[in-house]
Structures are given as structure tokens and as C-alpha cells.
């Protein structure tokens, strides 16, 4: 606990990955007073066919 | 906002997701008075072998 | 199946939600060529000070 | 109703999968007084790459 | 890991939430073979006006 | 886009949670290179009694 989902497009890279979870437990573990720990971090990766915003999907607009 | 999220399972093809998140953003922006620029759908498909109702996975019952 | 979640802000009345539900499973049901019976609609909603843009709580900018 | 989501790493067969399905229903069932033909049990996978304790991602542990 | 979350409607009472955090967690342990100490389960609730089938929320079938 | 969620125990103070999303949101624009005004927080937040480690609840273990 906390445990944080980070919901994005595909494509980043390996490296990419590695900060992002690094840097979004300190983050947490700053702010909430949680040790580090006890921090869960999941992705999520979506493809452009799978999001959409005002009703068009982002496959769809490029 | 609002953020809407369609899990089903896989299987529907191009044409039928992308009037899926046109009609859903239709629907929600006319019932609760958003903007449709604000609306965000995300589609999320599932297996049948991760589905299951009363206790046996779709994979199994066919 | 499917299974629609809607996450949006506090404060709509139950005439909206009623509206929504009903207006989103008729969107759902007509594109994906699910039966209206097998449709499940989930509303979640957020508080002010529970949800962020740009790093910043929507009760924190009005 | 209820809707059990088990989210869990990668690599589980299918046999393992089946079980589990169905004796967590059963248990859901028992517990909370609930026909089993209500309840509805999704399977989500994650790799290792995408799942971090303490900041570090499993695929970066190993 | 794993995490589970189960989704139901209000009004289960403690003993009952107590037995099904219990016995869901002997349940996965015992089928994907994981460690009971790294089994986390989550319960949220809805109310009857959040959740619908067939395009009818439960509030309004009653 | 990204989407962040941050499920936790209820109990922190606005103060808190006014600096996570500010402190995430800056971790994830740095390291997934996406521009502050496209991310999102959500902060979720569960009782004692709805979250279990182990198969016994937190307001069991106290």
C-alpha cells in the first residue's frame, strides 16, 4: 500500500519504464509517508485502436 | 471526465469499436451535460479463457 | 458482457444516471451486437479533491 | 454479482487457471450468500515488466 | 501478488466480508500456488443506483 | 494520457493529497515525455475493513 496503475499508450521504451516506476514510488513515498516497500506499481499499456476521446479513436485521427 | 471503460471480449472488429466509442460518447455527453472534447473511452478485450461465469471459463463450456 | 464502467464527477441527479444507463447500454448493445440482457453498466464516482489535471485537484482550482 | 477481478503474473496453464476460477467462486458463493450463476470471475495477466515493488520492476530483479 | 478485487452490492456485514477475504485468499493460493503472504484482496461496494443490468439500475426494478 | 490511479487507506490529509498528485504527475511527465496538461490522477480510497493482506483484513490485525 499504496498501490498505483499507471494507464498509458504503448510504446515506451525498457528504460522509459524503469524511471517511470522508480520515479512515481518516491513520489509516493514522499508525499502519503509510506515506506518504500510497501509501494506497488502496475502499467498499463493500450493500443491506439483502444482509446478515445470526444468519440474518435486515436487510430482514427492520424 | 467522465472516463469510460468497455471490457469485453475479443473478437469485434474496426468498424464495430469504432461506432462503439462514437454512440457511448453520444450517450454520455446527452445524459449527464459534458462536453464531448472531455469524454475518454477506453476499450479493454479479454480472452475466453480469462472470462468465466459460474465458476467455468467460457473456454470451457464450448 | 460487456461490462461499462462510467467514472465521473459527483453531483448528477438520479434522473441523469437513470438516462445514462439506459442510453448507454442501447449504444453498446447496437454496435457491438451484444443483447441488451447481457449489458452491465457500473457508474463510480470522484470527489473534487480526488481527481487531478496537471497536477492539480479540481477543488484546488476554483 | 459479485465480479471478482484476479490479477496475477504471467505464466499460469490453463489448468491452474480453471481451477482457479472455480474455487474462487465457490468461496465467493459460500461466503457472501450468492447463487454461483451470478457470479463472474476475470482473469487479467501482467508481465514482469510491468509490475513494480519498492520501485523496482520484477524484470529489473532478477 | 496476486491482487484481487471483489465488486458487490452494499450490505454484506463483517463476518461475512471476514470469511470471504479469508477464503477467496485460500482459494488462489491453493490453485496458482502462490504464498498466502503475498495475496492481497479488495472489497468495494455499490449501491443499488450505480449498478445495472439490461439497461435498468437495480433501484429501479424494485 | 497517462492515467494515473492511487489506491490507498483512507486517513490522509488534504495537504497530502494535494502534494501526491502535483509529485506524480511531475514524475510521470519527466520520464514517460508527455506534457503535464494530458495526465490525469485519480486517488481511491478504501476503509480498514475492505482490504486484506494474507486473508485477515486490516481491522482484524489491529
Chains 1, 2, 3, 4, 5, 6 share one sequence.
Do not use: C, W
Request: aromatic share 4%; hydrophobic share 35%.
Amino acid at each position: 500500500m499504496p498501490y498505483i496503475t499507471v494507464k498509458m499508450l504503448e510504446g515506451r521504451n525498457e528504460e522509459q519504464k524503469r524511471a517511470l516506476v522508480e520515479r512515481v514510488t518516491e513520489a509516493v513515498s514522499e508525499t502519503v509517508n509510506a515506506p518504500k516497500e510497501n509501494i506497488v506499481v502496475f502499467i498499463e499499456e493500450m493500443p491506439k485502436n483502444h482509446y478515445a476521446v470526444a468519440g474518435k479513436r486515436l487510430s482514427d485521427t492520424e
